[in-house]
């Protein structure tokens, strides 16, 4: 039994430390253009599961987008910041769109401004921890621009390997999209701001059904050739099964070099632990997560939350690959948004381990 906190967990949820070694003169790690400590490429000799695995943390972003219930700019502060204090090395504070079309972040300045603000008070503290690095979505120019201004230490711009929900969610065609991000990459690379590229329905496509690996292959081959730093692969309707995750990443990785590969699953038929377990043996070594399993796309109706954080930790802490993130603040973080939303959360390590801790106070 391993001892946290107050509670005492069963054996799959001990932190194998220290067993990492950065190895980005490795060969076969592609160096990104934009690397700092988060992104260096930290992969094994051998092909196989990696011993520290990144997280990034989507639920302020990708949790809270789909929200009816309004939350406050306060509280989305809290939970970012609630977040970074539990080891989150990379959170997704908001995103900078049209408030008329996601209006549950139509907040994006003043969250983001007071996170950077907050960032630098913290300064002092760098050397001795590891700071967090905190990212917006932008999806042209005029956004990047307003993300700049607040702020933002990395944006993401996100496309699809569908067209029809390329049109559905930010307006444009595929080959438009490229156009509008090779904007926003040249306006980062002049700020030096590193930028993520999505690459949504990897998967499966609300609108148009099946799509092929070629196509997810073929988008993330154009992101990572304008320079984005990290490419994450979304199943955005979680209907994807491991044989389909595994077929698919290895179509990519024909394209493009996995250590910049994130994975991005949405939970929708259960797929998604066993959909990530199928890639970190690939060799996956970044992977996005929502904390209490919040979230959804308001341009993929009935698709559910992402993965829920707590549960992706407990299975790679039990895998013995290093995460950085403590499991009891992130679940105090989870317990105090899904208090703001006031809705139970998905995760069943968070009320495994709270329950747990409830019998033994
Ligand atoms: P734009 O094309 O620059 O348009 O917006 P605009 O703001 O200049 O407006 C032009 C006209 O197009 C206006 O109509 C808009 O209302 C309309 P008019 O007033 O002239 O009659 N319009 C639209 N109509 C239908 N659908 C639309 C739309 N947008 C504008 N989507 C922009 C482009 C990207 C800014 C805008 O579409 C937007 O903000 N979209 C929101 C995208 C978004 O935030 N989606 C969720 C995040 S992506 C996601 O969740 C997936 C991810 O998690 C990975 C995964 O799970 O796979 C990242
Ligand atoms: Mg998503």
Redesign the pocket.
Known sequence: MQSLGRIRLPEPARVARHQYRILSDHPSCVRPKYQSYSTASICNDTAGPPQYVKIVE?GPR?GL?NEEKAVAAADKIRFVKMLAEAGCPAVEVT?F??P???PA?ADAAEVMSEIALWKKSMDHLAAEAPATEFSV?T??L??FNAALRAGADEV?I?G?ASEAFS??????SVDDSIDRFREVLSAAKQNDIPVRG?????LGCPYQGHVPPSAVARLSDQLAEMGCREI?L???IGVGTPEQTVGMLREVQSAVDISVLAV?F?DTYGQALANIYAAVKEGISIVDSSAAGLGG????SG?SG?VATEDLVYMLHGMGIETGIDMEKLIDASDFICKVLDQPTKSKAALAISSAMKRSS
Not at 198 to 202: A, L, N, P, T
Not at 297 to 300: D, L
């Open positions: 989507v990708d987008q995103s769109v049209s008329e079309w996601v972040l979505l999806p042209n005029k956004f993401a996100f699809s049109i559905k969610n930010i307006n444009c999505y690459v949504s329905c990897v994450s979304g199943d955005t991005h949405h796309c308001p341009y993929a698709a992402n």
